[in-house]
């Protein structure tokens, strides 16, 4: 699975990386409702835009393990629990500026 971002820069290990800021922006784009907060199903779009097959049962599973306050959406203060997840699922590098 790949997020498609450019310009792509390949480190030693094989993975992608990608800047923080790069992240954001390419997660934004499946905020269907434009609240800057990613609920299971956005999440599950973004990663099956991936190519990658995603349940509705494992984006809420994905969801709950990386949404501290319980409100059913990762925002701001959660996203570095989401980069963990997005690191391992997707091969990615995420730098932080």
């Known amino acids: 699975m790949a997020i498609k971002i450019s310009p792509r820069v390949v480190s030693s290990d094989g993975k992608v990386e990608v800047s923080m800021e790069e992240f954001k922006k390419w997660l934004k784009k499946f905020d269907d409702n434009r609240d800057g907060k990613i609920n299971a ?9 991936t190519g990658g097959r ?16 319980s409100d059913g959406f990762v925002d701001e203060r959660e996203m570095n629990k989401l980069v963990v997840f997005a690191q391992k699922q997707f091969g990615l590098r995420i730098v932080f500026d």
């Not at 995603?54 to 306050?69: E, M, Q, T």
């Open 54 to 69: 995603f349940s509705k049962l494992k984006a809420n599973r994905v969801l709950k393990s990386v949404d501290s306050n």
């Open 41 to 49: 199903e956005e999440l599950r779009e973004a990663i099956r835009a």
